[in-house]
């Protein structure tokens, strides 16, 4: 079934991200998206994500798309004019990739080529109505298209520390929204307690939450995140419980499974994220009974 | 120096439209050399405003003053004394002086009158043209003492392109090709072999790459 038709089924959807390589060799990337065949609805693939050169969505979301799996790719503007996000949105469509995800950039200082010169032609809200404007067949310049592109596109939210940035998140996600996003992308969520208590404001977006689900896979990993994203909420009975498991592989699995499988109820859709662990994607739909 | 050109008297207009009392701000430095927004154009954008206002039965009133800087706080402070009862402020300085005066007085409105185009240098009279971008790394002992950043359309750091003909660049005859200045200027000084060199891909960390710059100079920061 196409992403389109999951979200208006109303089913539970999950999500699994599979990064790119950093090279040519595709041989693990496409060995991972083929075990999750029939266990995952849909593949996201990211755009040079975290910052890092790496081959693009456009390449990776076509090899996930040739396993057999649905498809979703990342777009973002950083790196890439008007005109080139136009060509590859055009060059995606073609291609079969008709699923987007209009992502922020991580600023080119935190990128693995901090020497580069950045574009920022557009922004995400300047990309969704790029988008609106090609799936009314025309151009940015005007000029007509030769077919109609249709997309179905979402936005990620960016992570909020505080009640103020959560309003600021929620009116630009309302603008992205009112642009043409059909479905919301919240960053990780560590504690669904915390995350109980913001749904009721997030439901009020009126469309689809994916409800983003991060593998963490070592204490110094719940550290980091616990110590640098004060909206993380990674408590102290949390890195304990990985500190003192036995096999401690297996209980990140297990935490990342629990998670998911607590906000099959609350939320439409999950978005699994192992950032290198991909191959361990199969462990962690087990531990979600999935 | 930095270049600016006064916007349309219609969006000036547009902007004090809401407000009855204004001041008017000029700045002494570069927008007085390059005409744009000195204490000359001052009196000209505030009788034309008054003007514009009159025909429509109202009455604005301009106070006007010009800084000696107006990207300079210790200039900007001149303006405390004249702010009282004021509803906005009008600044015919480039963006620098505009961020200034709003930095300075948090609670009144300031509009830009100047539209800020590029730091450059006089041509001729009345001519001015894009110099420098500011990259923050200059190349200039490298390509002659001709930016090709700033000159060359497509930025080339090993030109010319296929669009160079005649000394002139595709884009316009009106517009010299930096790669064929940086090829005469080099022969000029029988440098020529500098030309042979390949420029490495530019680090842009040292433009607006990095995000926004900043210079301390701790020997002299307090």
Not at chain 1, 169 to 175: R, V
Not at chain 1, 246 to 252: N, S, V
């Amino acid at each position: 079934m196409n992403f389109q038709k999951q979200l208006e089924s109303k089913q539970f959807i999950v999500l699994a991200e599979m990064n790119t390589p950093k090279g040519i060799d595709v041989s693990r990337f496409v060995m991972d998206i083929r075990q999750l065949k029939d266990r995952v609805d849909a593949v996201v693939v990211p755009d040079l994500d975290n910052g890092v050169m790496r081959m693009n969505a456009l390449a990776g979301g076509v090899l996930a798309k040739r396993q057999g799996l649905e498809t979703l790719i990342h777009v973002y503007c950083r790196d890439r004019n008007r005109m080139a996000l136009q060509a590859d949105l055009l060059a995606a469509h073609a291609l079969g990739l008709h699923n987007l995800i209009v992502a922020p950039a991580q600023e080119i200082s935190q990128c693995d080529h901090r020497d580069a010169a950045v574009v920022n032609d557009l922004n995400e809200t300047g990309l969704l109505e790029t988008i609106g404007t090609l799936q009314n067949g025309k151009d940015l310049a005007g000029f007509d298209l030769e077919g109609r592109p249709e997309f179905t596109v979402g936005c990620l939210m960016t992570p909020w520390s505080d009640k103020a940035s959560f309003e600021e998140e929620i009116k630009l996600t309302q603008k992205k929204i009112s642009l043409g996003a059909s479905y919301v992308v919240t960053p990780p969520v560590f504690d669904t307690g915390r995350f109980a208590q913001q749904l009721a404001v997030l439901q009020t977006l009126n469309v689809p939450i994916v409800a983003t689900v991060f593998l963490i896979k070592s204490v110094a990993v719940a550290r980091y995140i616990a110590a640098n994203e004060p909206g993380a909420y990674i408590s102290e009975d949390l890195i304990r419980r990985i500190r003192k498991a036995q096999d401690r592989e297996i209980e990140c699995l297990k935490i990342a499974g629990e998670t998911v499988s607590r906000l099959r109820d609350m939320t439409q859709a999950v978005l699994i994220q192992t950032m290198g662990w991909e191959h361990r994607l199969p462990a962690l739909l087990d531990a979600a009974g999935l | 120096m930095i270049t600016a050109e006064r916007k349309p008297l219609e969006e000036i207009i547009n902007c004090v439209k809401p407000f009855e009392r204004i001041l008017l701000v000029g700045c002494n430095e570069c927008v007085t050399v390059c005409a744009a927004g000195g204490r000359k154009e001052v009196g000209i954008v505030s009788s034309a405003l008054q003007m514009a206002f009159l025909k429509q039965g109202k009455n604005l009133q301009i106070k006007e003053h010009t800084l000696e800087r107006q990207c300079d706080p210790e200039y900007v402070e001149e303006l405390s004394t004249m702010i009282t009862g004021v509803d906005a402020v009008v600044s015919m300085a480039c963006g620098c002086g505009v961020q200034e005066v709003a930095r300075r007085f948090k609670t009144v409105p300031v509009f830009p009158a100047v539209n800020t185009k590029f730091m450059g240098a006089s041509e001729r009279q009345g001519i001015w043209a894009e110099r420098c971008q500011g990259c923050g790394d200059c190349l200039l002992g490298v390509t002659g003492g001709i930016c090709p950043i700033a000159r060359c359309s497509k930025q080339l750091l090993n030109g010319p392109c296929g669009g160079s003909g005649s000394g002139k660049c595709e884009i316009s005859p009106d517009v010299d090709c930096a790669w064929h200045l940086i090829w005469e200027r080099l022969k000029a000084l029988g440098l020529q072999d500098r030309y042979e060199q390949i420029i490495p891909a530019k680090d842009w960390r040292t433009g607006r790459g990095g995000g926004p710059r900043k210079i301390i100079r701790e020997d002299l920061a307090e």
